[in-house]
Each structure stands twice: as structure tokens, then as C-alpha cells.
């Protein structure tokens, strides 16, 4: 990307949410690029998500560690091919807190063992609407990972899908965190730029990696 008049740098949007440009540098993305493309194969493979009223996400959709269905997580791709779904690499889990501290500090960073990613593929026709990460049972913060195409990522507050929102410009390899009084802010897509992804990546579309703390257990393990 050509030289910008103004660098982008570090930017809290809000209170506990933060955007930190170009924090994957080109090996990285392509190494992650690379990881997301094995995701993606089945079985607990890419998928169409199904809403419950018969609607489908425009973004498709691979989980690592827990499968996500709305509203909910099992260990199998209840709403897809049944298979089991992929192990959460701990690499990725090493990535996440790095990302935490990078952006919030190393306290923040401390008990986030994170377990669970959710990829999403958008391709230039893609949206996501704003909506909570509200299923999990731990207020550790999500990492956001971008690759490809760049988007516009807006992010609200925690009691309304209405404003007050912030519409922030993602672009590949750029983190955003969101956690404390923000981890519960509704957040959505809506839109993005098709074309614009680094060509030496080799990605049409957007990956967005989102890594989350599930706070659950293994069915009969006991407690919350």
C-alpha cells in the first residue's frame, strides 16, 4: 500500500475498545491466510449459518474449538455436517493474548485462555448486522483479525443497536479488541470495499478471525 500522507496509529474508539492498524505484517497474513484455508476445508468445514427464522448470514462461516449456532456452542456442527468441530491451535491462542496486551495491557491478558474462533468469509456482496457477542460464559475480550479486502466496521454500545456508533475503517492485517465496559458493545459490517486487498496476499474478500474466551465446559463436568 502506497505511503500515506497521515500514518495510521493506535486509537481507542472507546473505553476498552481499540484499534491498532497494521499490527500483522505481510508474512504473518499470509501465514494466517494460509492456517484459515485448511479451516475452511471439510468436514466442519465453511458453512451458510441459518438464522432461526429461516433467514442465512451473508457471511459463511468455520469454527476452531467450539462450533457457534445461533445462539448457542456445541462441540459438533449441529447445524451443518454433524462432524466434530477443529481443535483451537494454541498458537492461535498465543496470538490472542498478545493482541490483549498489545492493546489493553498485560493485566487484561492475564486469564484470557481462549478457545474458540470464529472465521468468517465475506465476499464483496457481504454484511453482518450488529449484534452482540453475548453466548459466551467469560468477559474476556475478543481479538479481531483482518485479512483481505478492507471493510467498514461499525462499533456501538453495549445497550442499543442504535447510535451512538463509531464506524471504523479495517484493512488487512489491522487488530481491533474490544473487552471491559465495551465487551458486550454491539458491533456489525456494513460494508465492504471489494478489491482493495493487498495483491501480493492472494485473497479475494475479507477473513475476519475472531477469538473468544468460551467460559464453558464439557457436558457433566459440573458447575457454570
Keep these: ?52 427464522g429461516g433467514g442465512t448470514m451473508t457471511a459463511r462461516q468455520v469454527c476452531l474449538g467450539w462450533h457457534w449456532y445461533p445462539y448457542a456452542y456445541a462441540r459438533t456442527v449441529v447445524d451443518g455436517d454433524g462432524a466434530p468441530v477443529k481443535p483451537f491451535p494454541a498458537w492461535l491462542g498465543d ?34 448486522g450488529l449484534h452482540r ?17 478492507t471493510c467498514v466496521f461499525r462499533f456501538g454500545n453495549p445497550d442499543t443497536r442504535t447510535r451512538p456508533w463509531t464506524d471504523v475503517e479495517l484493512r488487512s492485517g489491522d487488530l481491533f ?25 492472494g485473497l479475494t474478500g475479507r477473513l475476519n478471525i475472531t477469538l473468544r474466551v468460551s467460559g464453558l465446559q464439557e457436558p457433566g463436568a459440573g458447575g457454570r
Aim: net charge negative; charged share 25%.
Design 95 to 128: 496470538l490472542g493474548r498478545r493482541a490483549v496486551t498489545d492493546t489493553l495491557g498485560a493485566e487484561a491478558a492475564t486469564a484470557a485462555a481462549y478457545d474458540i474462533a470464529l472465521i468468517n468469509f465475506y465476499d464483496a456482496d457481504a454484511r453482518m
Design 1 to 52: 500500500m502506497d505511503v500515506e500522507l497521515f500514518p495510521r496509529g493506535r486509537v481507542e474508539v472507546v473505553p476498552g475498545a481499540v484499534h491498532l492498524p497494521d499490527w500483522l505484517g505481510p508474512g504473518q497474513q499470509r501465514e494466517l491466510l494460509r492456517a484459515c484455508r485448511e479451516w475452511a476445508r471439510p468436514p466442519a468445514g465453511l458453512r451458510t449459518v441459518r438464522t432461526p
Design 177 to 201: 479488541v474490544f473487552g471491559g465496559p465495551s465487551r458486550l458493545a454491539h458491533h456489525g459490517v456494513p460494508r465492504v470495499h471489494a478489491g482493495t486487498a493487498p495483491p501480493e496476499l
Design 133 to 149: 457477542d453475548a453466548d459466551e460464559r467469560a468477559d474476556a475480550p475478543v481479538v479481531s483479525l483482518s485479512l483481505g479486502d
